[in-house]
Each structure stands twice: as C-alpha cells, then as structure tokens.
C-alpha cells in the first residue's frame, strides 16, 4: 500500500467513525427505515448530481447487476441492520462490531473463492470471535430488555454483507470506475429500501441537530466515502480496503465518548482489543512469533 492509498484509508476511517455518531442522532427522529431510505436518495442524489457535471456514464444495460447486487449488500442490508442496533447500541461498540468485516472476508474468500485458510487465520477468526462474544455478554448483561440480543446480532451480522460486497465487487466489478459504482449501488439501494419505507408514512418533524447529522450520514459518509472505498477495492483489494475497518473504531469510540458521552468499560476494551488482534491474524497484518532453532 502506498502513501496515497494509506492517506485515503486513515481518511475514509475518520469519516466511517463519525457514520455511528451520525446514526446515533438521526434514527431517534428518524425510524430504522427512513433513516436508511432519505440516505441513500440523498447520496444517490448528489452522487447522479456530480456524475452529470462529469460527464460519467453508469451504463444500466451492461452493469445493473452488480450495481443491484452491491446496493443491497453494500447498503441496503447492513445500513438496515446497523441503524435498527443504533437504537439501543453505543456508537464505540458499533464501530467495534464493524471491524469484524475482514473476518468475514476470510471466510467468504475461503467457501467461494476456494482460498485456503492456515492455522494463523483459525486463531485469529477464533480470537474475534471471542471478542464479538465479549462485547455481546456485557451488552445482553447492561440491558435490562429480554430482546437485547436482537440489535446485537443486528449489529454482528451487518459486516458479513459488507465483506461479500466488497469481495464480489473485487472480482465482478472491473471495468466499472467507483464513482459509477457508487452511483448505481445507491440508486438500487433506494429502490429496495423504499417499499419498506412507504407502509410507515413519512417521518415526523426532526430538529435541525437531527437534519444535519443525516445530511453528514448521507453525503459525507455515504456518497463521498464509498467513492474513496471502491477505488480502495481497486487499489489494494478487498481485504487491503477493508482493514479499514481496524482504524474505525479508534474514532467511533473517539466520537463516541467526546461528543456523546458514552462510557469506556473494560469489557469494552477487552472485547474490541481481541477483535482487532484477531482481524489482523486472520488477514496476515500479524505473524506468529518464530522460535529461533538451537544451532
């Protein structure tokens, strides 16, 4: 990875670890759906915006696929799950849970891509998981609401979508520049959410606090971060991007703790520390120690 690819990481991890921040304040005045359904027509609107003052075309007729299939799980479904868990979730433990992405990626590349996975990768997938374990107890235990474990599982299974996408979208998605990709996903992604959205009526009066917060989910978070992702994807690859994911929750829990006053427990801590560690085993970021042979 060069300097400019490391720049635009660090980058895109500040901007991502501000979305549950930004989450955090706008699905109280918002809903679950409508949250997620006026983010992505506000990204896809400013995306189609910039794309016509380009001059760049999304070519419908030969990409719709894969816009379809990357709208739904790289928005669609994870944006439905995580603003659902934002309900009850603190914005650090949320950016904690989406740095499992690259686990999943492993185990995606291995079933589909037939990638063979060593020792290494098994500690390190076991360690995350034990972190995700970690962080679900001291949740389920702090809450007081026999379906607490609904936003967390919510929360668990939302980068699961985000590995697949950014895997598919590695070996089905050249050719087609990130911008358009960005473009045609969001699109597809409001289509989607919409027939959700439409039963519940539009939302109520939201503050302006609650606008903002939406506005900064849905352009800077969303239109102009996933344009710096997919060129990640192209630059460095799927599981190279999505080690993004190791730096986010360094500014969710940052954002998290500054600005909404969350607390940072020690099982906090404990379980974000396993899953970081063994995210990095798992993709090679970390190598076991090598015993030196007796000469």
């Given at each position: 990875m060069n300097a400019a690819?490391?720049?635009?990481l660090l980058l895109l991890a500040a901007i991502w670890g501000a979305s549950f921040l930004f989450l955090r304040l706008t699905v109280p005045a918002f809903g679950t759906v409508w949250t997620v359904e006026v983010r992505v027509i506000l990204a896809?609107?400013?995306?189609?915006?910039?794309a016509?003052?380009?001059?760049?075309?999304?070519?419908?007729?030969?990409?719709?696929?894969?816009?379809?299939?990357?709208?739904?799980c790289n928005s669609?479904?994870?944006?439905?799950?995580?603003?659902?868990?934002?309900?009850?979730?603190?914005?650090?433990?949320?950016?904690?849970?989406?740095?499992?992405?690259?686990?999943?990626?492993?185990i995606i590349g291995a079933l589909w891509l037939r990638?063979?996975?060593?020792?290494?990768?098994v500690a390190g997938l076991l360690l995350g998981l034990g972190g995700v374990a970690v962080l679900a107890w001291d949740g389920l235990q702090s809450s007081a609401s026999?379906?607490?474990?609904?936003?967390?599982?919510?929360?668990?299974?939302?980068?699961?979508?985000?590995?697949?996408?950014?895997?598919?979208?590695?070996?089905?998605?050249?050719?087609?520049?990130?911008?358009?990709?960005t473009q045609g996903s969001m699109i597809c992604a409001a289509l989607l959410v919409l027939p959700l959205a439409a039963p519940q009526g539009l939302p109520a009066a939201a503050t302006p606090t609650a606008w903002g917060a939406l506005l900064?989910?849905?352009?800077?978070?969303?239109?102009?971060?996933?344009?710096?992702?997919?060129?990640?994807?192209?630059?460095?690859?799927?599981l190279g991007a999505l080690s993004v994911t190791f730096l986010i929750p360094v500014f969710g829990v940052l954002w998290g703790v500054l600005l909404?006053?969350?607390?940072?427990?020690?099982?906090?801590?404990?379980?974000?520390?396993?899953?970081?560690?063994?995210?990095?085993?798992?993709?090679?970021?970390?190598?076991?120690?090598?015993?030196?042979r007796p000469a």
């Open positions: 690819s490391l720049a635009r896809a609107a400013s995306l189609t915006l910039f016509w003052w380009s001059g760049e075309a999304l070519q419908w007729r030969r990409h719709w696929r894969q816009y379809l299939i990357i709208g739904l669609a479904l994870p944006f439905l799950l995580f603003a659902y868990a934002a309900q009850s979730l603190g914005a650090g433990l949320l950016s904690i849970l989406n740095s499992t992405s690259p686990l999943f990626a492993v990638q063979p996975i060593r020792a290494v990768t026999p379906d607490a474990w609904l936003p967390m599982l919510a929360a668990a299974l939302a980068p699961s979508a985000y590995a697949f996408a950014s895997v598919y979208s590695r070996h089905h998605g050249q050719g087609i520049t990130p911008l358009a990709t900064g989910l849905a352009v800077l978070c969303t239109a102009w971060a996933y344009q710096l992702y997919f060129r990640l994807v192209h630059e460095v690859g799927p909404l006053g969350e607390k940072l427990g020690g099982h906090l801590l404990l379980g974000g520390s396993l899953v970081l560690l063994g995210t990095a085993l798992a993709n090679g970021l970390l190598k076991w120690p090598r015993l030196a």
